[in-house]
């Protein structure tokens, strides 16, 4: 439920941020009390993390696009109620690109089945699907091509969000182990008794820490509008979606058997946070950027 907020806000910010005040003032309102809800079109079946490459196709006619194509693995797809959708209006490569606002009723726009995920099963995510589907110009944020540029923008937000989330889930993990340690008694004695664990413990509870101020450090960066803020904001991302699964892993094994068991949280949260790795740019993506701007720096 956390993560739809958190794509939906990311949606928010890209209207309020590259919208002009008609469209500010017709989707932001609702949006904002969450009497609304908004949804993130980037990725396609063919085009993940080389995202430049999309096909969903926009093609001018007079005061509308005509939109043809689909996306895949779209959070909260088909329920929520606004979709910010990245399409080609020009040639190929990302400044060809634009971004179109839809909302749900649209004639053309439809969905897929309900994806049958490992975790994250709160969250519904479906393909979205675009046949013939007619968007006034009007519903255009910012100018033909520059709908990239809003995209990775937008996902600077949306990796401090979906490592936040992971920072949570790492949490609550590194206080069920603790006191799954305390209360659980072999050969005899508390598990807190025996130093491997206790040593295994203190590496959690560090590496939480870590990785809290890494996203603290790239959320002020990002507010700042520092030069900085997107390499910032894949390092957070890349180390605490790492480290945070790890704990929640960690976490597990301590658990023994009982980790394994659905009547133990330890296991959701290892359920759910595993997509996080993957999702707002592949881990693989953010050591890419970051080796970029150190090479280029």
């Not at 959708?85 to 749900?104: A, D, F, N, Q, Y």
């Not at 969250?123 to 100018?143: H, K, M, S, Y």
């Not at 560090?206 to 790239?218: H, I």
């Not at 790890?246 to 133990?264: E, F, R, T, V």
Request: charged share 20%; hydrophobic share 40%; aromatic share 8%.
């Amino acid at each position: 439920t956390l993560l739809l907020l958190s794509c939906s806000s990311m949606c928010v910010w890209m209207i309020d941020t590259f919208g002009n005040e008609e469209q500010r003032h017709r989707f932001c309102p609702s949006l904002c009390s969450m009497e609304k809800f908004a949804s993130y079109c980037l990725t396609e079946p063919g085009s993940g993390s080389d995202a430049a490459s999309l096909l969903t196709s926009a093609q001018r006619k007079g005061d509308t696009y005509v939109l043809n194509g689909s996306k895949a693995f779209i959070s909260g797809g088909g329920d929520t109620d606004v979709y910010v959708v990245m399409c080609r209006t020009g040639g190929p490569g990302p400044k060809g690109i634009s971004c179109l606002v839809l909302e749900k009723g649209t004639p053309g726009l439809s969905f897929g089945k309900k994806e049958k995920k490992v975790g994250w099963n709160s969250q519904p995510t479906r393909a979205v699907i675009f046949e013939d589907c007619v968007v006034p110009v009007g519903n255009r944020l910012g100018a033909e091509g520059q709908g990239f540029s809003i995209a990775m923008k937008g996902l600077n937000g949306g990796r401090i969000n979906i490592a936040s989330c992971s920072l949570g889930a790492a949490h609550a993990s590194v206080l069920l182990a603790q006191e799954h340690l305390t209360v659980r008694k072999q050969f005899g004695e508390p598990l807190a008794n025996n130093q491997y664990l206790q040593f295994r413990l203190a590496e959690m509870a560090t590496r939480l820490v870590a990785a809290r101020l890494m996203v603290r450090n790239a959320a002020r960066a990002l507010q700042e509008g520092r030069e900085d803020a997107a390499v910032l904001c894949s390092m957070a991302k890349l180390f605490a979606t790492d480290e945070c699964f790890a704990i929640c892993n960690q976490a597990l094994q301590m658990h023994g058997g009982y980790g394994y068991l659905k009547d133990y949280a330890v296991q959701q949260f290892v359920r759910d946070i595993r997509v996080h790795q993957i999702l707002e740019g592949t881990n693989e993506v953010m050591r890419m950027i970051v080796a970029r701007n150190l090479l280029q720096g």
